[in-house]
């Protein structure tokens, strides 16, 4: 009888906070089975520090966030494509896309703080909680399922294709869009892909 053989897939990501990581180890458990083994080696800091990383061999990404700051946000996608890798950002924060794992969420938002009382709600959280303390992310994640992930895919995809061309602004060969818009949905496919499990 023939061994089977596993598949082992490892990605650098280096993530603006700790939300981001907390979710790419959940994400690595909720993909994990016999024949195969997702990792994400992460990192904590700004898009400038992928170019000091680029002896890394694996696949790379950024996670990080628009915040208001259109300067900081195309310096981070120009980062990205000096050192030939993913970019996997959220406008206005990653905080839409945790909300897209259970919810329709297309309003645009004027403040990073627009979506605290949403994810507040939708993840059963105390009405004061702080949704950036790693005690409440672990509590956020920990509701999300694989089939969530691929919800959060669909929904994200769905706030692409309501934009319009000439809603866009195309920057170092990618166009991005004003909130609500992401590309984080696109690394994750992409992970999927590259392990066998459909995103659909």
């Not at 400038?48 to 996670?63: G, T």
């Not at 990080?64 to 993913?86: P, Q, T, V, W």
């Not at 938002?109 to 992310?137: F, G, H, M, P, Q």
Request: proline share 1%.
């Amino acid at each position: 009888m023939s061994k089977r053989q596993i598949i082992r897939r490892q990605y650098f990501c280096i993530c603006e906070g700790q939300q981001e990581k907390i979710y790419l180890s959940h994400l690595s458990s909720l993909l994990k089975t016999d024949v195969r083994q997702i990792t994400f080696k992460t990192k904590e800091g700004q898009a400038k520090k992928i170019q000091s990383h680029r002896h890394i061999k694996y696949d790379k990404a950024i996670l990080f966030d628009y915040d208001g700051n259109s300067i900081e946000f195309e310096r981070a996608l120009h980062e990205c494509r000096k050192a030939s890798c993913m970019h996997a950002y959220s406008n206005l924060n990653f905080d839409l896309w945790l909300l897209l794992h259970k919810k329709d969420f297309s309003s645009s938002v004027t403040n990073n703080n627009d979506y605290i009382n949403e994810i507040r709600s939708t993840y059963k959280l105390k009405s004061d909680a702080d949704i950036k303390n790693y005690k409440e992310v672990t509590r956020i994640v920990e509701q999300i399922s694989l089939c969530d992930v691929k919800d959060a895919i669909k929904r994200a995809k769905q706030i692409r294709e309501h934009k319009l061309p000439n809603d866009g602004h195309k920057i170092h060969g990618v166009t991005y869009y004003g909130n609500p818009d992401l590309s984080i949905h696109e690394f994750i496919m992409r992970v999927f892909k590259e392990c066998g499990e459909s995103a659909a």
